[in-house]
């Protein structure tokens, strides 16, 4: 069973940075697409990056593009997202998720949810000044 655990959440004030991992354990991410997700008060989930953690292959959302940059360790057991230019819109929890690479990392499966089979708990990000 593959287990995500997500860190790196916190308070921040706007214009800063954040950088969170996804560490995984249980079984190896090399087969799997890592996508991080997140969900804010009263609003649906929705998807921020993906990376394909075999090859490295990564898409961004296009809210994102800019500010965001993942990526995953040497060892591919931990996906990082690093997070700039943080606003108070972006306070919400982040969800780091998993499941099979089959289709181009660019495919709209790998930008919804209900694409993915494992999660993690989620840690929240707040942004304010």
């Known amino acids: 069973q593959l287990q995500l655990v997500e860190s790196g959440g916190g308070l921040a004030q706007p214009g800063e940075s954040l950088r969170l991992s996804c560490a995984a354990s249980g079984l190896s991410l090399n087969s799997y697409v890592i996508g991080w997700f997140r969900h804010a008060p009263g609003k649906e989930r929705e998807g921020v990056s993906c990376i394909s953690v075999s090859d490295g292959s990564t898409h961004y959302a296009d809210s994102w593009k800019g500010r965001v940059t993942i990526s995953r360790d040497n060892a591919k057991t931990t996906v990082y997202l690093q997070m700039n230019s943080l606003k108070p819109e972006d306070t919400a929890v982040y969800y780091c998720?998993?499941?099979?690479?089959?289709?181009?990392?660019?495919?709209?499966?790998?930008?919804?949810?209900?694409?993915?089979?494992?999660w993690g708990q989620g840690t929240q990000v707040t942004i304010s000044s």
């Open positions: 998720a998993a499941t099979p690479r089959l289709y181009d990392i660019n495919s709209y499966y790998y930008t919804q949810p209900v694409g993915y089979d494992f």
